[in-house]
């Protein structure tokens, strides 16, 4: 949808801001539409732990499933070849 904009080309340089995890697939997603992708992860929150961390809750369940469906949709790009090995665009 960016293509479509006016005086955007596929050598404008392209700022992508995403959590860490995520980059990987946004920026493979971005490389098939644009040369000059610039990557900035967002740091991950910080924060101290207790005992209590180590016990399962619905919150760890919803993070495990994110990183799975992450894993699932890079092999599923991987599938369909939207993505090669390499990247085709440099940062």
Known sequence: EAL??????ITTPVGLVTSGW???RAQQ???RYFS???IYPVPPN????????LLPDA?????NTTMIRE???LLWYAILGHVSAT???RP
């Open 46 to 53: 910080q924060y101290s732990w207790n005992w209590q961390d």
């Open 29 to 31: 997603e971005f490389c």
């Open 36 to 38: 000059k992708v610039i």
């Open 59 to 63: 919150n760890a369940l919803d993070a």
């Open 22 to 24: 995520h980059m990987r």
């Open 4 to 9: 479509k904009l006016s005086g955007i080309t």
């Open 71 to 73: 894993w699932v949709g």
């Open 87 to 89: 990247l085709v665009c």
